[in-house]
């Protein structure tokens, strides 16, 4: 599951509503895994620190409403899962994390510069990281020629706002928001090639039962 810097905030949250009404209908958590909710979660609110510390109200909006989001779908995970105690442990992991890193740059590095360069390389290495680690997958799907495992739509989704975020990066030149998202520009297209490429391997294949 691809995971939004403010990209994986958007591209990320449509596929995982489809998680919640997954989760809403049938009353349980199935094969859904907690914690790519919990690493959009931090992405989010590490993007919102950014964008507050920098005071940027684009980043600030997206990011705040994709951690509302996630929160929420958190709570609904933990609703739904029989298991709760590892659910918990890893939040509170989570928060443990987030207090360390407050504390961190708010007694360690009273320099408002030097905090954001620091917190904008921690959220664009950590965005980087998100975006390339779905790419296992990919080997997946080279040897079975097939692109099922894939959504099209969330290509798509993830290329347009990969490149709209890499465009707003450019603008205001901010490294730390352009540079992050040129992976999420280049995973998409790979992907894109992969469902041209198999998609004419299955027609073939199509072809010749039909014969």
């Not at 940027?56 to 899962?81: E, R, S, W």
């Not at 079975?144 to 707003?168: D, G, R």
């Amino acid at each position: 599951m691809s995971t939004s810097t403010t990209t994986t905030t958007t591209t990320t949250t449509t596929l995982l509503c489809s998680d919640l009404r997954h989760m809403q209908t049938t009353r349980s958590v199935n094969n859904i895994q907690f914690l790519p909710f919990l690493t959009t979660d931090v992405n989010n609110l590490s993007w919102l620190s950014y964008g507050l510390l920098k005071g940027d109200k684009t980043l600030i909006v997206v990011n705040a409403v994709g951690a509302f989001l996630q929160t929420f779908y958190m709570l609904t995970y933990l609703h739904y899962c029989p298991r709760k105690r590892t659910v918990l442990l890893q939040t509170a992991a989570l928060l443990g994390v987030l207090l360390l890193g407050y504390s961190y740059f708010q007694l360690l590095v009273p320099d408002w510069t030097s905090r954001l360069r620091q917190l904008g390389l921690f959220c664009s290495i950590f965005t980087i990281s998100m975006y390339l680690s779905p790419l296992a997958d990919l080997v997946k799907i080279i040897q079975t020629k097939s692109t099922q495992c894939l959504s099209f739509s969330l290509t798509v989704a993830t290329l347009l706002a990969s490149a709209s975020w890499t465009l707003y990066g450019f603008r205001l030149r901010d490294l730390y928001i352009m540079v992050p998202n040129i992976p999420g520009v280049l995973t998409s297209l790979i992907r894109l090639g992969l469902f041209w490429q198999y998609r004419q391997v299955q027609e073939k294949s199509y072809s010749l039962l039909q014969t």
